[in-house]
């Protein structure tokens, strides 16, 4: 529909939320009670007006001179990305992306299960990855109807992308995390969130050439 914004959110301010997260746990490991705007901006290289209107995202709001109530701000940021409850999801694809993630114990962090696998490739169904069973990918809708899955996560190949998005819509998924490069084509209810390593490193390459060719031009070998 036209007028609604397809994100309402600030995407960078979200993308910083997990560092926060990662800061303010390890304080209260430390046993703090409070902090500021100017110690995680510090701790993150920010700037603290950033800090703070990020933060506002999450509906809590700073004590001037006093900061933040740890606990609060804490559990405000994991209510905001969904990471306070357990999202169960199916993936996908158990090659060697697949099984990285499924590999990944700190997923559960942000309050991700990876519940369920799948695949086609008939020498891995019936064998255990990281002890769950591999599922036939026809399999998914009937234990999507028992289990209510919410979310799916896709490392296949791109020719069979599409295919498995649509098996994932057609088993009530709402959201997809999609690896492949395929842009997916699904019906407006469903959110999809495409994953691109290649973007973040290109950066990396990018700012790296720039930095050389500075060198470069100032006549320095390296
Ligand atoms: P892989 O070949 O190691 O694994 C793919 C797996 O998918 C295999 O186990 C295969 O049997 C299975 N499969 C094939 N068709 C299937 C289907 N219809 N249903 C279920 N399973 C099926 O490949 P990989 O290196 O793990 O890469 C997987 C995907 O991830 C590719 O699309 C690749 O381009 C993508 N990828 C993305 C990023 C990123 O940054 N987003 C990084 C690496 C790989």
Redesign the pocket.
């Known amino acids: 529909m036209r007028g609604i914004k397809k994100n309402p959110y600030p995407q960078p301010s979200i993308r910083r939320l997990p560092s926060y997260l990662r800061f303010l746990r390890r304080l209260r490991g430390e046993g703090l009670l409070k902090v500021s705007c100017t110690e995680i901006a510090r701790e993150l290289d920010l700037d603290s007006t950033q800090v703070r209107k990020d933060l506002a995202l999450t509906g809590i709001v700073g004590r001037p001179r006093i900061g933040y109530g740890l606990a609060d701000l804490i559990l405000a940021i994991e209510d905001f990305l969904g990471w306070d409850r357990t999202s169960d999801a199916f993936l996908?694809?158990?090659?060697?992306?697949?099984?990285?993630l499924i590999g990944y114990d700190n997923f559960r962090q942000c309050g991700l299960n990876i519940a369920k696998v799948?695949?086609?490739?008939g020498d891995?169904v019936g064998s255990m990855v990281f002890g769950r069973r591999i599922h036939r990918?026809g399999e998914m809708p009937a234990l999507a109807a028992k289990s209510g899955v919410g979310l799916g996560i896709?490392?296949?190949?791109?020719?069979?992308?599409q295919?498995?998005a649509d098996?994932m819509a057609a088993s009530g998924i709402k959201g997809i995390w999609?690896?492949?490069?395929?842009r997916l084509e699904l019906p407006s209810r469903i959110l999809v969130e495409?994953?691109?390593?290649?973007?973040?490193f290109a950066i990396l390459s990018a700012n790296m050439r720039r930095k050389r060719s500075r060198g470069v031009a100032a006549g320095h070998s390296t």
């Not at 896709?154 to 992308?161: E, K, N, R, S, Y």
């Not at 994953?195 to 973040?200: C, F, G, K, Q």
């Open positions: 996908a694809g158990v090659g060697n992306l697949g099984r990285a799948f695949d086609t490739d891995k990918l896709i490392t296949v190949p791109a020719a069979a992308a295919k498995v098996i999609n690896f492949s490069p395929v495409n994953v691109e390593l290649v973007s973040s």
